[in-house]
């Protein structure tokens, strides 16, 4: 899998859709995604298109089974959340995690369990400073 590193353009959010069920499924046909999708069920032809522009952008390969394709995801899950994390922190946050975070707590309202495991994660890390 490539490194969370590289460079890659973004995705649509269709094919995000496509990337979080690949994600999950490991690898697949264009019917085993389509069978996860939710109801409405897209057109094989839609499918095939989002997993050939992903195919394009470099997030999945295939390899050839009979008159098929499987489908193998090329950039893991988390190094793209990982991705798209920074951009959101960096976009809208001046890069600075405290004001993402006074944000959700601000916008989101999270319970005291969640506040307490945040905390717990904070002192966490500053432990191991």
């Given at each position: 899998?490539?490194?969370?590193?590289?460079?890659?353009p973004?995705?649509?959010?269709?094919?995000?859709?496509?990337?979080?069920?690949l994600?999950?499924?490991?690898?697949?046909?264009v019917?085993d995604?389509?069978?996860?999708?939710?109801?409405?069920?897209?057109k094989?032809?839609?499918?095939?298109?989002?997993?050939?522009?992903?195919?394009?952008?470099?997030y999945?390969?295939?390899?050839?089974?009979?008159?098929?394709y499987?489908?193998?995801?090329?950039f893991?899950?988390?190094?793209?959340?990982?991705?798209v994390?920074?951009?959101?922190l960096?976009?809208?946050?001046?890069?600075?995690?405290g004001?993402?975070?006074?944000?959700?707590?601000e916008?989101?309202?999270?319970?005291?369990?969640?506040?307490?495991?945040?905390?717990?994660q904070?002192?966490?890390a500053?432990?191991q400073?």
């Amino acid at each position: 899998m490539k490194k969370h590193n590289e460079q890659l353009p973004a995705l649509t959010k269709g094919e995000e859709s496509v990337m979080q069920i690949l994600w999950t499924l490991g690898d697949g046909l264009v019917y085993d995604i389509i069978g996860k999708m939710a109801d409405p069920k897209p057109k094989y032809s839609t499918v095939a298109t989002f997993i050939k522009m992903l195919e394009t952008k470099g997030y999945v390969i295939h390899r050839e089974e009979g008159r098929f394709y499987r489908y193998y995801p090329t950039f893991e899950r988390d190094n793209y959340a990982q991705r798209v994390l920074k951009n959101v922190l960096n976009t809208y946050f001046d890069n600075q995690f405290g004001n993402l975070m006074a944000f959700y707590i601000e916008r989101e309202k999270p319970s005291t369990e969640e506040l307490g495991a945040l905390a717990v994660q904070i002192n966490a890390a500053l432990e191991q400073e």
